[in-house]
C-alpha cells in the first residue's frame, strides 16, 4: 500500500506535467502521451500487483463507461478520477480504443489472497460462474460475461486476469454504492444476492484461470436475448 501511495504521487506530479495547460514550450498533446502515464499502473508487467485490473484488450465501449464513471463520480478512486477529470468524452472515447486494441501476452492474475482458496471454496466459484445459484437468482456469470469468460462486445468486460482481490473490492464497492453503473445496475443487484463466502470464492476461482491470449470478446449475438438480468450500462455507452 506504501508503494501504492508513492507511486500514485509520483503518477500525479508526472500527471499534472502532462495535463496541465499547454505552454509555448508544452510538447504536442498527443494520444500517446496521454495513454503513458496511463501505462505505468496498466502495463502488463505492472498488472502483477495485487490490485491494478488489466485493461488492453478489454472491449472499448465497457472501457469508456468506465472512464465516464470515474470521471463524473460513479467510481471513486481518487488517483483515476484525477487522472479523466479534464478530458472531454470525445479523448476518453479515443483513449478506450486505444487500449481496447491492444492483446498483450497476460500473464495469470496475480495470485493475491485468492489463492488460499481451498477446494470447497473453488468448486463453489467454479459452480457460481458456470452455473450461478437459482435458489438465490443468482445468474450464471457466463450468461452475460461470454462462455469463455473473454468479455462481449461492446461494453461488458472479461473476467480473466483480475487480480482477485481487485474483484473482492469491485463487489465491495457495488455493495456500499460506492461503483455504480447506469439503472438498472445489474452487477450491484448481483452482488447485493452474494454471500461474502461466494464473493471469495468466485474471485479466488476466476483469480487462479489463465487467460487465453488469443481470446476476443465475443459478438453480441452469442448472448441470450434476453439477458437474464438488464444492464443499464449497456445502453449507456450508447448515448453518454
Ligand atoms: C496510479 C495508478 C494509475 C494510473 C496512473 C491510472 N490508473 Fe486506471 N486504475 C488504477 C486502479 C488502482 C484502478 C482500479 C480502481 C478501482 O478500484 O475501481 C484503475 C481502474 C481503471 C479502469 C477501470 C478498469 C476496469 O476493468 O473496470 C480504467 C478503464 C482505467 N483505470 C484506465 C486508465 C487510464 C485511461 C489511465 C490514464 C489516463 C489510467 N487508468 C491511469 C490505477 C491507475
Ligand atoms: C446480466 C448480465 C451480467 C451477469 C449475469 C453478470 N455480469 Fe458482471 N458485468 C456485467 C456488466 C454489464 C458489467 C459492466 C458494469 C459497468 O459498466 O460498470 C459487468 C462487470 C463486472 C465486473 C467488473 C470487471 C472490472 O474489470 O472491473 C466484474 C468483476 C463482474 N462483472 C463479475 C461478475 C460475476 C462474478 C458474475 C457472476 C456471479 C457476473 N459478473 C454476472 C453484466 C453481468
Given amino acids: ?26 510538447p504536442p498533446d498527443t494520444l500517446q502521451q496521454r495513454v503513458a502515464a496511463c501505462i505505468a ?40 478520477s484525477y487522472m479523466v477529470a479534464q478530458l472531454s468524452d470525445e479523448y476518453l472515447r479515443e483513449i478506450a480504443e486505444f487500449f481496447a486494441a491492444q492483446h498483450p501476452v497476460y500473464p495469470p492474475a496475480a495470485p493475491g489472497s485468492g489463492a488460499n482458496a481451498g477446494a470447497g471454496a473453488l468448486a463453489r466459484g467454479r459452480q457460481l460462474v458456470l452455473h450461478g445459484d437459482a435458489s438465490r437468482k443468482i445468474p450464471a456469470c457466463v450468461s452475460c460475461h461470454g462462455a469463455a469468460l473473454g468479455g462481449v462486445a461492446p461494453a461488458i468486460p472479461g473476467l480473466l486476469g483480475l487480480p482477485s482481490d481487485y474483484i473482492n473490492a469491485q463487489f465491495g464497492a457495488w455493495r456500499s454504492g460506492t461503483r455504480r453503473a447506469a439503472a438498472p445496475d445489474c452487477m450491484a443487484d448481483i452482488a447485493g444476492r452474494l454471500a461474502a463466502d461466494d464473493v471469495a470464492a468466485l474471485s479466488g476461482w476466476l483469480s487462479q484461470q489463465a487467460p487465453d491470449a488469443a481470446a476476443r470478446p465475443a459478438a453480441a449475438q452469442s448472448l ?17
Fill in 224 to 240: 441470450p436475448a434476453p439477458l437474464p438480468l438488464r444492464c443499464g450500462g449497456l445502453d449507456q455507452q450508447v448515448t453518454p
Fill in 41 to 80: 499502473c496498466h502495463a502488463v508487467e505492472e498488472r502483477r500487483d495485487a490490485y491494478f485490473p488489466r485493461i488492453a484488450g478489454k472491449p472499448a465501449g465497457y472501457l469508456y463507461n468506465q472512464l465516464l464513471n470515474f470521471r463524473d463520480g460513479r467510481r471513486n478512486y481518487p488517483m483515476m
Fill in 1 to 26: 500500500m506504501t508503494e501504492l501511495r508513492s507511486l500514485a504521487r509520483l503518477m500525479l506530479a508526472s500527471a499534472s506535467l502532462s495535463l496541465a495547460a499547454p505552454t509555448w514550450a508544452a
